[in-house]
């Protein structure tokens, strides 16, 4: 990784996100620009050891090292905590090569909150506002049914799964059937084909803004979860 770090800028009236262009996962929020950019670079490090094995990521050591190339109005998601808008670029068609960091990537960041959510296991997460009251089964239960979601909005339907209440048995029976079928449909969608079992949405995401949304959803689980996790 070298020169400056292409960054574009979400803002909405409440909330604003920085993300960083060539790399999933790495956004950060805060309530103005400025903020924005320097939560990233705070984060820096610690997106480091979630991708440091599958691509050239050296942290930024100052805000400098930014390039905002894009600036978006952000709208109710924004200001919710999501960054919600795709870059002008995420439309982009893809290479195989592309393809392949972004789905190195995505795995990367799905390691990252496994080994979080193993470690955190029988582990009483701190009560407040970094996460509410959700316990880690409530927080691995959401981001499944997130990319679920998510998987619809590329373009697929999910598979039907049971009520499994634990977070190690929701991660075992349903992670890995979802995850394949999340990297098919990537692999269907950036060959410009459609999915089996297309679904009809509104406006489907990209194959680059669906694996930037879902590797940031991720990553801002699991340091939730290292977060909110108490000692002993």
């Not at 996962?25 to 979630?50: I, M, T």
């Not at 981001?143 to 339907?157: K, M, P, S, T």
Request: hydrophobic content about 40%; some cysteine.
């Amino acid at each position: 990784m070298s020169g400056r770090i292409p960054v574009y800028v979400e803002a909405g009236a409440k909330k604003t996100f920085a993300s960083a262009l060539d790399w999933p996962g790495w956004s950060r929020g805060a309530k103005d620009e400025d903020g924005a950019l320097r939560a990233l670079l705070a984060y820096g490090p610690r997106y480091g050891r979630v991708v440091s094995k599958v691509a050239d990521f050296r942290p930024p050591a100052d805000v400098s090292a930014f390039e905002i190339v894009e600036r978006l109005k952000g709208d109710a998601s924004t200001d919710f905590g999501i960054p919600s808008q795709p870059a002008r670029s995420d439309g982009e068609d893809l290479t195989t090569a592309e393809l392949d960091r972004l789905e190195a990537i995505l795995r990367a960041c799905w390691s990252a909150f496994d080994g979080v959510a193993r470690d955190a296991d029988g582990v009483e997460l701190r009560k407040g506002p970094r996460g509410g009251g959700r316990d880690l089964a409530k927080v691995v239960e959401h981001v499944v049914g997130a990319e679920e979601a998510y998987l619809r909005q590329l373009g697929a339907r999910p598979g039907v799964r049971g009520d499994a209440s634990a977070a190690a048995a929701l991660a075992a029976e349903v992670w890995p059937a979802l995850r394949e079928t999340i990297l098919a449909t990537l692999n269907v969608r950036a060959r410009g084909n459609e999915p089996e079992h297309a679904t009809k949405v509104k406006k489907r995401w990209s194959p680059r803004y669906f694996v930037r949304r879902t590797a940031w959803h991720v990553l801002d689980h699991a340091w939730e979860i290292e977060d909110r996790a108490l000692p002993g």
